[in-house]
């Protein structure tokens, strides 16, 4: 691909607008705290629509208002008007690593002319169906493959993949237990 | 909301359908394996394109094709095109045990009037930044509000929701620790 760059951005990232944010995040943890919040309404079958109205950053409030849709496959009972909440996971998990690799790339002065990353996974639908209690409902493991070009040595690109191991919020996400609670209003 | 019904589409599920898939994929557990594919491509800082092209359930390829578009907010170093890769997640998580609601709701012959999903959680930034090594790149957890509307009774709901912490699978994918593994290929 064709990115426009100057050494101030580099990957059409600000590196330093990064070490800036570093710094202060360093000298304030608490401006360091992001909130995030969606609602998702249901549209019928298994449709639905995601709202993103804003978010929270070092407890100011920052607008913003973005759709994310999901629909199951005819083959998992759904219209197959958007992608399902499987790929949406995936694609959080991708997209999120990327950030990583660009931000990484970037504080190193590493040109990048291309990035991509593939993941697969299997889930074993009887535990969905509550067929074999045996049977976990998500996925046993994911996969991803990294493929990436630039101006780096292998050892740098290979220093940022392992960062990104490290540090990615969404990869952390999934490979670590998060805890979840609820509550449930009726009526 | 309003929706069309039919009794063999209680809020537009097919819950006949789904009897019929948990009856084969019990005769032949292959036949509920679902293979999920996501590759997604870097667009310049942090933008990306999450593509789906296609899907595999029992052994078959089944084609589809849809893009899942994301940024970071400009006060995480982005352009704010497009939902962040931690509100795809959530959204991910609310679309998943959405569907579960709906067929959990339509398997009790309960009518859903409407279904919303509200989860927010937190990431304390100097896990990503790599300031602090005993702080988590991730969520330490998130909270979701389910509030749920229909002519089933409190328990109904109850079981309907227990159900779904039970059996979603994305909500396993975040509650539960998944093994990932990756291949960096560089050049």
């Known amino acids: 691909m064709t990115t426009t760059q100057t050494d101030s951005k580099l990957n059409g990232f600000d590196a330093e607008a990064l070490k800036a944010t570093m710094a202060a995040v360093s000298a304030d943890p608490a401006q360091g705290v992001a909130g995030f919040r969606v609602t998702t309404a249901w549209k019928g079958g298994t449709r639905s629509d995601s709202r993103v109205k804003g978010f929270t950053l070092g407890g100011r409030q920052i607008a913003k208002d973005f759709t994310i849709r999901a629909d199951e496959p005819e083959e998992l009972l759904g219209g197959n008007a958007h992608a399902n909440p499987q790929e949406l996971l995936i694609a959080a998990l991708n997209a999120c690593m990327l950030v990583g690799y660009v931000a990484g790339a970037s504080m190193e002065g590493v040109r990048l002319d291309s990035l991509e990353i593939e993941t697969r996974g299997e889930l074993d639908l009887r535990g969905f169906l509550g067929l074999d209690p045996a049977v976990k409902p998500g996925c046993d493991s994911l996969h991803y493959s990294v493929r990436i070009r630039g101006d780096g040595t292998p050892e740098q690109f290979r ?23 609820s509550d449930l209003v009726v009526g």
Chains 1, 2 share one sequence.
């Open 159 to 181: 220093k940022i993949h392992e960062s990104v191991i490290a540090h990615s919020p969404n990869r952390f996400n999934i490979a670590q237990p998060i805890r979840l609670t």
